[in-house]
C-alpha cells in the first residue's frame, strides 16, 4: 500500500464487535470468476442463517441479474441494484428507485461517445445499448441472461434512467473517466468503476453505501451493526459506513485500504474465509 493508503486504513475506526446483518457485493466478491457461488460460501451462508444472521446481496447489476442468484441460495432478504438505483424487498417488489437528472444522463453519453467508450442505459428492468455487437455486449448478455433493447436513439429512455455503464477494455482511459465525469457531474451522479471493464453512473443517492443502509433500514438494522464484502471502487460508499468491511484479496490497495480486513481472492474461498475469520466469531456480539 502506499502511505496514503496506509494512513486512511489506520484512521478508520476499531470494527464492531457485534454483527447482526451481512451484505455483500456479488462479482468478484461472493462469485467466483466463472459467476458462480463456491460451496463453501454456500455453507456460510447457511450458518449465518443458522445464527440468526441474514445475508443481503447488493450489486451494480441490473434486477435480473440478481435474482436467479438471490432465488438459488434461498434468501427472503431486501436485495439493492444498480448499486441502490433500485431496492428490491424478498420477493421482488420494488420498494425504491432513484433516477439521474436527463441533463446528466445526455452530458454522461456525449462524454462517453467523445472517448468512444459503449455506453448503456438501465430503465427498471430494461437494457438499452446501440450496437448489440459491441465491446462487451455479449459478455453481459450472458451474465444477466437478459437480451439488450437495440436502439438508435437513448432519447425515449433519458428520463427513467437507473444507470450508465461506459464499457471499454482501456482500463485506464476508464479510470480516468471515472473522475473526469464525477467532477463534471458532481451533485448530480454517482461514478464509480464496478469491474475494470465497467464504469458506472448512477444517480447521486445511489451508491452501495445508500444500499447498505436502505436494506439494513428495511430490515432494522443500523450500519454499525453490519459487515460488508467487496472487492471495487463502487464498494468503498458501504466500507466507509460498515460496522466491520471487508475487501477481497483481488482488490486494489487503495480500495483495501478503506477496509477493516482483508481476506482471500475471490477464486480462492476468500468470501468463505472472511465470514469464518471476522464475522461469525462476532455474532452475538463475540469479537474475534
Known sequence: MRVDDIARHDAKPAPTDRVRLVVTDMDGTLLTP???????????????RAAGVAVCLVSS????????????????????????????DGQGKTLSTLSLPVDAVKASIDMLDVHEVDGWLFCGSDWIVKDETAGYVPHEHKVLGLAPIVT???GPWEDKVGKITGSSADYDLLGRLQGEIGQMLEG??????????????TPLHANKGYALCEVGRQLGFEPHEIACLGDMQ????????AGLSIAMGN????????AHFVT???????????????????VGGRAG
Open 152 to 154: 438508435k436513439d437513448f
Open 188 to 201: 448530480q451522479a454517482s461514478v464509480a468503476c464496478s469491474a475494470q471493464y465497467y464504469l458506472d453512473i
Open 34 to 48: 466463472e459467476k458462480q457461488v463456491a460451496r463453501s460460501s454456500v455453507e456460510m451462508i447457511d450458518r449465518l
Open 264 to 282: 482471500d481472492t475471490n477464486d480462492n474461498e476468500g468470501w468463505a474465509k472472511a465470514v469464518e475469520d471476522w464475522i461469525l466469531p462476532r
Open 234 to 241: 463502487n464498494d468503498v460508499p458501504m466500507f466507509d459506513i
Open 251 to 258: 482488490a486494489t490497495d487503495e480500495v483495501a485500504s478503506h
Open 61 to 88: 447489476r441490473a434486477p435480473v441479474g440478481i435474482e436467479r442468484y438471490h432465488q438459488a441460495l434461498k434468501l427472503d432478504t431486501p436485495y439493492a441494484a444498480m448499486n441502490g438505483a433500485i431496492v428490491r
